[in-house]
């Protein structure tokens, strides 16, 4: 049993569910956080409040767009905020783990990496490489915006970087599909990996 944990069965403090956008990761976050009864917290919002304090002058990459740039630059671009961002994150995740205040986290700017060395913390990273089932998942979520391919395409190859950082990182990555089962996987991983 891990040190702080009060059974083997419990989840870690924070769990953090990562992932490219279009994967799950909020369909999986939103039940797994009222399945353990703790709140469900949006790494999107603190990026919102961020945006919100800081100017293009302060905190350029934060405020840079790669819209229209070819999918490699992009994905680039998503891990320099991700990257950016690591440091207030990680500052979140160990608030919580030092208060006890359990949590799960989901969001695109997080990263596997986030949990490393603090006892208490976990991640998982949801992943899906089929660019149809992510366009698919833009489609039912976003039907005004049409079909989505680019945008999947960046997904795939941010998702792809995310379980390279995964595996590095020793936490495990869990496939999306088949959906209907996805929040038993990530749940098991996680406890497997504690």
Known sequence: MAAGRVSAVDPPVVTLICGASGVGKTSVARPLAMRWGVPLAEADDVVTALLALTTPQSHPVLHRSAMGRPPEEIVAHLLAVSAALAPGFRAVVADHVTFRQ?????????????????????????????????????????????????????????????????????????????????????????????
């Open 102 to 194: 359990r949590v799960v986290m989901e969001g695109d700017w997080l990263t596997p990496d986030l949990v490393a060395g603090i006892d208490g913390a976990g991640a998982v990273v949801i992943g899906e490489p089929d660019e149809d089932r992510i366009a698919a998942n833009y489609l039912r979520r976003e039907p005004d915006a049409g079909p989505q391919p680019e945008r999947a395409r960046v997904s795939v190859l941010h998702g792809a970087a995310l379980a390279a950082a995964a595996r590095a990182a020793g936490v495990p990555v869990v496939p999306a599909w088949p959906f209907d089962t996805a929040l038993d996987r990530v749940e098991r991983a996680i406890f497997q990996a504690a």
